[in-house]
């Protein structure tokens, strides 16, 4: 099993910033970000492999960043240029085992970007 904790979520004015954090209580394959909008289906946000490949949604690209340290188990999702359409709760997501096989989701942390 593994534990995860989200921090870092908050109310942001548009074009602001937020880092979000998941601290894992144990090694991980890969990590990644979704978020779920009143009314909205829970979607991918960005994923980053243990080698470091990411991937992000077309939404975010160039104003959001994925990264990880390894060392301390954990992931980041820094969002710079927040608009009111990033408002949502975001998840992080997790693959461990020896072959990723196993997934685990965090509590989920809100985001609100407004005025």
């Known amino acids: 099993q593994v534990q995860l904790v989200e921090s870092g979520g908050g109310l942001v004015q548009p074009g602001g910033s937020l880092r979000l954090a998941c601290a894992a209580s144990?090694?991980?394959?890969?990590m990644g970000w979704y978020r779920q909008a009143p009314g909205k289906e829970r979607e991918l946000v960005a994923t980053?492999?243990?080698?470091?490949?990411?991937n992000y949604a077309g939404s975010v690209k160039g104003r959001f960043t994925i990264s990880r340290d390894n060392a301390k188990n954990t992931a980041y999702l820094q969002m710079n240029s927040l608009k009111p359409e990033d408002t949502a709760v975001y998840y992080c997501?997790?693959?461990?085992?020896?072959?990723?096989?196993?997934?685990?989701w965090g509590q989920g942390t809100q985001v609100t970007v407004s005025s």
């Open positions: 980053i492999t243990s080698g470091g490949s990411t």
């Open positions: 997501n997790v693959h461990y085992g020896n072959y990723g096989e196993f997934v685990a």
């Open positions: 144990r090694s991980i394959n890969s």
